[in-house]
């Protein structure tokens, strides 16, 4: 039976929880994810708790902060004028938004607090600062293929479409 190692491709059923037992993300009803091992596809603590595991495995993993979506930092939580939200005719708590980054690369903000003139945004993952608890069945592991390798993901069922 083939063990989890870099590169192979995993399948697994999951449930993601947080602190409070409140379920945050689920495969339950959906098709289970599919993943490159050590592509960096899955937050760090995850993907090596199931290192070496087969199909037909099923544990529970806590994932602290540094090892899924890192501490919530403050710095990141900031006022902008609302006019930068052009187009957007009602802007409300709670909506996400895509924001172009200083070095090319782009974010998802969380509008936290709308004012008359400014809104306050939040680029912190919504999970930073959390420790995620994982409930996970593995489905299958087989190796992946040369084009899977070469894009970074899996192709087919679970995978990109």
């Known amino acids: 039976m083939m063990k989890i190692a870099k590169n192979s491709v995993v399948t697994i059923n999951y449930t993601l929880t947080d602190e409070g037992g ?20 899955i937050i760090p603590g995850l993907e090596s708790s199931l290192d070496g595991r087969s199909a037909g495995d099923t544990f529970k993993v806590s994932v602290r902060p540094v090892d899924a979506y890192g501490e919530r930092d403050e710095k990141r939580v900031v006022s902008v004028a609302r006019d930068r939200f052009e187009g957007v005719e009602v802007l409300e708590v709670g909506m996400q ?9 782009s974010q998802i903000v969380t509008v936290t607090a709308v ?26 592991v087989r190796e992946a293929t040369a084009e899977e390798l070469s894009h970074g993901h899996v192709h087919g069922p679970g995978g990109a479409h």
Do not use: C
């Open 97 to 105: 938004f895509r924001a172009e980054g200083g070095s090319g690369g």
């Open 22 to 41: 409140e379920v945050i993300d689920t495969s339950n009803g959906r098709e289970p994810l599919s993943y490159i091992q050590g592509m960096g596809n």
């Open 115 to 140: 004012g008359e003139d400014t809104v306050t945004i939040d680029a912190n993952h919504p999970l930073a600062g959390k420790t995620l608890n994982f409930e996970v069945e593995v489905v299958n």
